[in-house]
């Protein structure tokens, strides 16, 4: 297969998060992660096992969930989660934050569940992506969760689950970006499925696109 785009594509975190994904869907991610080098492959922590021995000797990375999609797990759940999955191996922890405690105002608390995965990943060379979940925050909301992931050492921060009201945008992406200042990661996820709606979130300062549409928006950019 043609390595077209690559620059595009090294951008996703090739994505299947969805509760019915069989065994045979996650062989195909991992698959089409290999024929389009895609950045990562993302999926739910049963499957990690899985991927990191499809996805061995290869470039894409080992991405899985953490507290997802609520958030609302206790900080030792979040921590035993992400030693489990990286003993499994992966490489990339997409950890959802405390958004309830978040909103009504428990900044300490959200910083503190982020840190305490943080460290376990770092020990373990994982960087950690710090899912906000915007949909259901205002925009103040949204830049303190970023200031609060950055504080804590995160890699990133993500604006969706997925599982949401609504995914990224533009909007959101900028916020973020303008929050975090210009070194760390932003990614963009939920209700990307163009080569135009990564353009967009990429212009807006997101370095990292989370997307299940992941092939056909490479395909987009070889035509």
């Given amino acids: 297969m043609s390595h077209a785009a690559p620059s595009i594509a090294r951008l996703i975190d090739h994505t299947l998060l969805r509760p019915e994904a069989t065994r045979a869907d996650i062989l195909q991610l991992c698959r089409e992660a290999r024929d389009y080098n895609f950045a990562s492959v993302c999926v739910n922590p049963y499957w990690v096992p ?3 021995a499809e996805l061995s ?7 899985t969930v953490v507290g997802f999609p ?15 999955a990286l003993a499994a191996g992966a490489q990339e922890i997409d950890m959802v934050q405390n958004i309830g405690a978040l909103r009504g105002g428990d900044r300490q608390a ?10 376990v990943a770092h020990r373990r060379d994982a960087i950690v992506k710090v899912i906000l979940e915007t949909a259901l925050l205002d925009d103040d909301q949204k830049t303190a969760a970023c200031l609060l992931a950055k504080a804590a050492g995160a890699d990133f ?18 916020l ?3 929050a975090v200042g210009p070194a760390m990661g932003v990614k963009a996820s939920g209700g990307i499925r163009t080569l135009d709606d990564l353009n967009k979130m990429v212009a807006a300062g997101a370095t990292r696109i989370g997307a299940s549409a992941s092939v056909k928006i490479v395909e987009a950019a070889r035509t």
């Fill in 157 to 174: 921060v993500k604006t969706s689950t997925g599982f949401g009201p609504s995914g990224a945008t533009v909007h959101d992406v900028e």
């Fill in 50 to 52: 899985l991927v990191a």
């Fill in 176 to 178: 973020m970006r303008r």
């Fill in 57 to 63: 000797g290869s470039q894409p990375k080992v991405c």
């Fill in 70 to 84: 609520l958030g609302a797990t206790s900080t030792e759940a979040k921590v035993s989660e992400t030693e489990a």
């Fill in 110 to 119: 959200v910083q503190q569940d982020i840190e305490a995965v943080v460290k």
